[in-house]
């Protein structure tokens, strides 16, 4: 049994992975998160507090974090600005939580020699081609198009220095695009579940095309687990599931199982600098650590979230007319 200190675990990935720790191993945790307007007590309030329990801090703030990291045998970072959206209309909390963030927390593990396990996004690559045939690979160069993705480039490559300059215990892993419970309904899919479920139509950047790799949370959880557990220090691992999905498809579906007509939905205001296309080439994970995600099929995927969104109102309804507005206000 292990203490783990898991940043950003109020947040949606985070706290599928608090659940996924919770579900299959016996270790404590205890959640680092600052309850931004991402983080949410709710998402994890039904844990058993005797494995789970939670600290309301700032990454940023060294005295909250060294007694914490010191405390605790592995930690899991998470926490971050997330929404590429926000990061164009005021990226300064991106780079003061991202890269400020993940340097107090590096000067911590260094102090402390804890092993640390950094999360990361496949948007640090920038984008590829409609018709390219290549994905992602772990030797891809860094190319990242907006402030969120090159805030979460700069952090990888701190914690690559931290664990080459100063011998951190480290391991990075770079994640597709995520869904599934406890999502904020600013992001795509569970805004335009929410519109739906609301009476409205789902909203379109530009013409849909651009393409997302699509992974179910728990599987991100599983393999950051796996990697934790058997992961070479010093390595990056890429995680996906071969989910790409262009966003028209991916809308047509989500009205579709919600029994309305697949052109129901409205084209909006394109995002300024939108990457086309996500593609993860998972081979590395697959072959070195034997990590295989559990949900293949996306549309059953997308059904259940679905679900989860109809029955928890309660969790998501108070963000959502803010988020619309704010999104109105920019012709989105
Ligand atoms: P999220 O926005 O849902 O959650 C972020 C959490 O971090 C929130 O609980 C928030 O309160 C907390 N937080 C923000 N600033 C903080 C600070 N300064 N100190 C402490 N806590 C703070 O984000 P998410 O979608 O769950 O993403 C989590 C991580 O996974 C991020 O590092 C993101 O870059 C990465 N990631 C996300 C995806 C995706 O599809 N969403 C894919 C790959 C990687
Ligand atoms: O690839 C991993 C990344 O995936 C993570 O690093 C980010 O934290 C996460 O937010 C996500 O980034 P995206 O920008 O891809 O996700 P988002 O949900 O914002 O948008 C997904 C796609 O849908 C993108 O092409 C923009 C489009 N979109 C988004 C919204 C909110 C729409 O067409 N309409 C919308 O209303």
């Known amino acids: ?14 706290s599928n992975f608090v659940r996924h720790l919770v579900e299959h191993t016996d270790h404590t945790v205890t959640v680092l998160d600052k309850l931004t307007y991402a983080g949410n007590r709710a998402s994890i309030d039904d844990l058993p507090a005797e494995r789970v329990s939670l600290v309301v801090g700032d990454v940023a703030d060294a005295a ?86 090159s805030t979460k480039a700069g952090s990888d490559l701190l914690v690559r220095a931290w664990a080459r300059s100063f011998g951190v215990p480290a391991t990075i892993s770079n994640c597709s695009n995520n869904y599934g419970p406890y999502q904020h309904v600013e992001k795509f899919i569970p805004r335009q579940i929410t519109n739906v479920l609301d009476g409205g139509r789902p909203k379109l950047y530009g013409a849909g095309l651009n393409v997302r790799d699509w992974i179910h949370a728990d599987d991100h959880s599983s393999a950051v687990l796996r990697i934790i557990e058997a992961g070479r220090l010093g390595e990056t ?12 498809t991916v809308v047509e579906m989500v009205l579709r199982l919600c029994g309305q007509p697949a052109d129901a939905y409205d084209h909006v205001t394109d995002r300024a600098g939108h990457d086309l296309r996500y593609a993860i080439d998972s081979t590395k994970l697959r072959d070195e650590l034997g990590w295989a995600p559990q949900f293949g099929d996306f549309e059953a995927g997308l059904a259940t979230t679905i679900d989860w969104y109809r029955d928890h109102q309660e969790w998501w309804r108070p963000q959502k007319s803010g988020v619309e507005a704010m999104y109105a206000a920019q012709g989105q």
């Open 1 to 14: 049994m292990s203490a783990f200190l898991v940043t950003g675990g109020a947040g949606f990935i985070g």
């Open 64 to 149: 909250v974090v060294g007694p914490l990291v010191r405390d605790h045998d592995v930690v899991v970072h998470y926490a971050a600005e997330s929404h590429n959206d926000n990061s164009l209309n005021d990226p300064s909390p991106f780079v003061q939580t991202n890269l400020v963030g993940t340097y107090v927390l590096l000067e911590a593990v260094r102090e402390h020699g804890t092993r640390y396990h950094h999360i990361s996004t496949d948007e640090v690559y920038g984008d590829l081609e409609l018709d390219d045939p290549a994905r992602f690979t772990e030797e891809t160069p860094y190319n990242p198009s907006s402030p969120y993705s």
């Open 237 to 248: 691992y890429l995680i996906g599931a071969d989910g790409e999905v262009d966003n028209k």
